[in-house]
């Protein structure tokens, strides 16, 4: 007979969101366990990819609680700065553009490094911290590579880890992304829709200095993101790329060989950097939204993306994911703090209300900015790249704006 083992909360997958949250949960003294799929060796240490996060200024905070923030090996960079602009690939971007300074933001900070939109940290960087931080974090038990199944019932939960103990608590969340098992075998409906986009995602090292600025570039085939990333071992100045194609086009432009795979990247991000090449490996996604009916179910909670999916277009995807974790975290802990059931249906139904509208309309939104900027109409296009320079010259709307790229209070950001 199997080892049983109490513990309040179980963590189903340990990517970025649920790794955070459990963290977290173990730090404001929760008793938790975790469970991947995957090895999570402690001390892993892969070669630079091209990937990485942009961790918006409002989702720091998870990192920084979860105790996250100061194991990063490397230093993460800041954005201080965004534009906006409009044009095609080979042509000069439109002169009607959006600039945003984090000094315009009105937002006081401690520290000189505090004063950014948010950070790109490599995902590299961020993988070795958080599996260090799972292996060494008191009250948070590790299960990986593992699979288990789960029994729910109106008083708690069962996990019966294979080949190993049994774990009995009081809520189980689903971390596991968007093909979540858990989700699924709630019953929990989703709908969801795919774009006919493909998004690649590289890095390159330039030139001339990015000054901490990012770039989205508008193109009839979607975004296209130049986002500031610190210097490695081999390039002093280097930038992440993110951008969209239709799929026959992204499958022949990740054919290229890395002369021509360059080129493609430096006519659509101009010469503002000086010379290019690409550095690491370059990735392809099928793009998509999605969005379950429901977060939450008897003893279940969906976070990340086993409950919501948006275009990248908006650079929010990982960020709706750690807010997600920050509520359900807070309301857990404070149960725990008073000794009240963490997985309380009044209490999942407050976590649902606080994060699925904010979700629904980051989805909407992300979803109307791509129908409205992937394409080439010209009478759509001459309206936004007016309403892009209408927004540039009003400071109030900019201010809004930037507290929403920041993951502050305010309407949802174009980036």
Not at 51 to 57: F, K, L, N, V
Not at 196 to 209: D, F, L, M, N, T
Not at 372 to 400: E, Q, T, Y
Request: aromatic letters at 6%.
């Amino acid at each position: 007979m199997s080892e049983t083992r109490v513990v309040d909360i179980v963590v189903v997958g340990a990517g970025p969101v649920g790794g955070a949250l459990a963290c977290r949960l173990a730090a404001g003294g929760v008793r938790t366990a975790i469970i991947d799929r995957a090895p999570l060796p402690p001390m892993e240490h892969p070669a630079f990819d091209g990937r990485a996060y942009a961790i918006a200024r409002g989702s720091r905070a998870l990192l920084q609680a979860a105790g996250l923030w100061d194991r990063l090996p490397d230093p993460p960079c800041p954005i201080r700065g965004i534009r906006v602009s409009d044009g095609k690939p080979g042509r000069p971007a439109s002169p009607l553009f959006l600039h945003f300074d984090v000094e315009e933001a009105g937002l006081a900070a401690a520290e000189p490094e505090e004063e950014a939109f948010g950070w790109m940290v490599e995902a590299r960087a961020l993988r070795r911290a958080l599996n260090g931080l799972l292996h060494a974090t008191p009250d948070l038990a590790v299960y990986a590579p593992a699979s288990a199944a789960l029994n729910r019932g109106a008083t708690g939960a069962e996990v019966t880890i294979a080949n190993g103990p049994r774990l009995t608590c009081r809520l189980v969340i689903a971390a596991e992304g968007r093909d979540s098992p858990l989700r699924r075998a709630a019953g929990i409906p989703v709908t969801r829709f795919a774009y006919r986009q493909s998004g690649i995602v590289a890095a390159i090292a330039h030139e001339r200095p990015h000054n901490n600025v990012a770039l989205e570039h508008f193109l009839p085939a979607g975004p296209f993101a130049q986002l500031p990333m610190s210097p490695t071992a081999e390039a002093a100045h280097v930038s992440a790329i993110v951008w969209t194609e239709r799929p026959a086009v992204a499958a022949r432009i990740m054919a290229l060989d890395e002369a021509a795979f360059g080129a493609e990247i430096a006519r659509r991000l101009g010469g503002h950097l000086g010379a290019i090449r690409p550095i690491g490996r370059r990735w392809l996604y099928p793009l998509s939204a999605l969005h379950a009916h429901r977060y939450i179910a008897t003893r279940l909670a969906l976070v990340g993306d086993a409950a919501h999916g948006i275009h990248p277009i908006a650079g929010q995807g990982l960020n709706l994911g750690f807010q997600d974790a920050i509520a359900l975290a807070d309301l857990i802990i404070a149960a725990r703090a008073r000794g009240a059931d963490p997985g309380d249906p009044a209490l999942l139904a407050r976590y649902q209300k606080a994060r699925r509208g904010p979700n629904l309309l980051m989805l909407a939104t992300t979803d109307a900015l791509d129908r409205l900027f992937s394409n080439d109409f010209s009478p759509i296009r001459l309206a936004r790249d007016l309403g892009i320079a209408a927004v540039h010259r009003m400071p109030p709307l900019k201010r809004l704006f930037m507290r929403r790229a920041m993951g502050l209070p305010g309407f949802p950001s174009p980036l």
